[in-house]
Structures are given as C-alpha cells and as structure tokens.
T-cell receptor, first 115, second 114 residues
Framework: DSGVTQTPKHLITATGQRVTLRCSPR?????VYWYQQSLDQGLQFLIQ???????AKGNILERFSAQQFPDLHSELNLSSLELGDSALYFC??????????????FGPGTRLTVL | GENVEQHPSTLSVQEGDSAVIKCTYS??????FPWYKQELGKGPQLIID?????GEKKDQRIAVTLNKTAKHFSLHITETQPEDSAVYFC?????????????FGSGTQLTVLP
C-alpha cells in the first residue's frame, strides 16, 4: 500500500458526460501528479499540482482540468467524454523537497470506461 | 522534451534465470531514473531508482546500471521467481526546475515460467 488513495476504483459512463476523479496524497506529500495509462499510449503525464498551485502541464486535453484543495487532495475533472478517454488514471504524490530527487508514489488508479 | 525508449516489450524467462530490461533517454539533463513494477489491476510500485552521480545500485536480486555517456540504463533481475511476473516501466526525470514529472518507457511484460 503506497498510502495514496484514489476513488472511485471503476467508473463507467457515456460519451459526452463529465466525471470527477479524486486523489488523496500520502500524508505530508505536497505534490500531486496525474497520469493517464492507455494501451496504445503507455503512461502519460497530464498535470502536476504543488501545494494548491498548478506547477506543470503535460499532454492534458482542454476538456480535462484539475485542482488541488487546501487539504492537499486533488480532483481531475474530465468533460465531454469521448470513447478514446477510456483509460486508467493514476495519481502519484511526492514530498517535493527542493534539490532532492524524491520518489513518486502511485495510487491504485481509477479505471474509466466510456461507452 | 524527454523521450524514453524501452526494450524488449515482452520477455519470458525460466524461473531462476536472469532478466535484463534496457532503456535509453534523450535529454542529457535527466538525472533521476526510477523503475516501477506494475501488477495486474494495481498502480506502479517503485522497485529501485538511480541518480546520475551513481553508476550502479543493487537491492537484493535487483540491480540497475546507468551509462550517462550513452544515455542508457538497465534493470537486472537475478534468480527470477514467478512473483516477478509483471509489467516493468523505466522512467526519467530532471530534478532541476519546478517540473518534476516522470517520462515513462513503454513497458516490458516480464513472464517468469515455472
């Protein structure tokens, strides 16, 4: 158990809908990363938040957005869903100490199926 | 941006044999290289990592080597066991600057045959 929790574990929805994925980082970790894992694209970085502020963006679609709340949990919002958005979505957290190469710990993921 | 290539995509070995997975990276500024193991239905789990000031690191049956000049790093698993069967991902990251996201290789499905 990495200490990172994600809910829900599975999500099935229809095209055009909107969903919210939730992540709680490990205790003490300030940084949250979101990754998408699909069969043909592997693990792709979407977005990073650090202590409530967006720090880096990867290949995140404009239909997707995220935020990190004062209690450090994060939510990933996916809207106008398309079939191709079906994937595993992982959140990872790290303590993010300046100058250090700290470990990213991954949660168990949310499997999104868009029908 | 960084690009990480990983080979082979699938690897089958007999129990007790060694397994080697290789990765190359493109950005010479990358200085942190973790390896993750992902079992079916679970999230990636860190198994070993190496920083660019070190050439080799071992942890029991697992070792990682890094060649900065050639920009490649490898995972070595000795005395493989059936529970080593999983997908293994290499990754690379820069630790300078504010962005510390990992760039992953495409993964290797390792099967250890009993």
């Amino acid at each position: 158990d990495s200490g990172v929790t994600q809910t829900p574990k599975h999500l099935i929805t229809a095209t055009g809908q909107r969903v919210t994925l939730r992540c709680s980082p490990r205790s003490g970790d300030l940084s949250v990363y979101w990754y998408q894992q699909s069969l043909d694209q592997g693990l792709q970085f979407l977005i990073q938040y650090y202590n409530g502020e967006e720090r880096a963006k990867g290949n995140i679609l404009e239909r997707f957005s995220a935020q990190q709340f004062p209690d450090l949990h994060s939510e990933l919002n996916l809207s106008s869903l398309e079939l191709g958005d079906s994937a595993l979505y992982f959140c990872a957290s790290s303590v993010e100490v300046a100058g250090a190469t700290d470990t990213q710990y991954f949660g168990p993921g949310t499997r999104l199926t868009v029908l | 941006g960084e690009n990480v290539e990983q080979h082979p995509s699938t690897l089958s070995v007999q129990e007790g044999d060694s397994a080697v997975i290789k990765c190359t990276y493109s950005d010479s500024a990358s200085n942190y290289f973790p390896w993750y193991k992902q079992e079916l239905g679970k999230g990636p789990q860190l198994i070993i990592d190496i920083r660019s000031n070190v050439g080799e690191k071992k942890d029991q049956r697992i070792a990682v080597t890094l060649n900065k000049t050639a920009k490649h790093f490898s995972l070595h698993i000795t005395e493989t066991q059936p529970e080593d069967s999983a997908v293994y991902f290499c990754a690379a990251r820069k630790s300078s600057g504010s962005a510390r996201q990992l760039t992953f290789g495409s993964g290797t499905q390792l099967t250890v045959l009993p």
